[in-house]
């Protein structure tokens, strides 16, 4: 949270795109501005 | 208006000005109808509008593609969920104008917290409010400044109410 304060964003979790797509709905419900971007594999 | 106290049965309880309550069920309800029709005029080729750009943001803003995807699969259920936030604030102040108060369960207290932040979301793209400078958007609109203040306030003192579980014992 406090690297979100200090530079506006922060990687919060990684894993597979099913999973993370579903934290980013969820997250979107509360307002945040939640991305994704794929990891080199 | 007062903030919210929580009251012995559990509810959360504040008084306001029947205009505080018109201007909260405007706002809601203009957020809604915002994000209800975001996908159709977006399918009529509009122009993205900032605030729905930021209430219902790109997933992959490098790839339009899996962005594209993702809303296809997210965005409805989001914007129906957003404007069921909308309703439920709209419906709890329906007697305020009445009663010179409103009272919540905690489940509309949620709905009033994501709503309150849609809105105020909405405030701040569309007059550039992006920091915590308590001047910003002020020379562009004094008055819409104002009403994003007073917005945070009522969601401050609801989230300081629902913390407030002693004075329920």
New interface residues.
């Given amino acids: 949270m406090l690297q979100v304060h200090l530079e506006g964003k922060s990687v919060v979790a990684t894993g597979s795109r099913e999973e993370m797509e579903r934290h980013v709905e969820a997250m979107h419900d509360y307002g945040l501005w939640a991305t994704l971007t794929k990891a080199d594999a | 208006m007062r903030h919210f106290e929580r009251q012995p049965d559990g509810a959360l309880r504040a008084e306001l000005d029947a205009e505080e309550a018109v201007l909260l069920q405007s706002l809601a309800g203009q957020v809604s109808e915002l994000v209800a029709d975001a996908a159709l005029r977006r399918a009529q080729g509009a122009s993205e509008d900032a605030a729905v750009a930021?209430?219902?943001?790109?997933?992959?803003?490098?790839?339009s593609e899996?962005s594209a995807e993702?809303r296809r699969?997210?965005e409805s259920?989001?914007a129906e969920?957003?404007v069921a936030n909308a309703e439920v604030v709209i419906r709890s102040l329906a007697g305020a104008g009445v009663t010179g108060s409103v009272t919540l369960d905690e489940a509309e207290a949620l709905s009033w917290l994501?709503c309150l932040?849609?809105i105020r979301?909405t405030i701040a793209s569309r007059f550039g409010i992006e920091t915590e400078d308590d001047e910003a958007g002020r020379s562009i609109d004094p008055l819409m400044r104002e009403i994003y203040d007073w917005l945070g306030f009522v969601q401050n003192s609801l989230i300081e109410a629902l913390d407030d579980v002693v004075a329920r014992g």
Wanted: proline share 9%.
């Fill in positions: 930021r209430l219902l943001p790109d997933a992959y803003p490098d790839d899996a993702f699969f997210t259920g989001l969920r957003k994501r932040t849609d979301l």
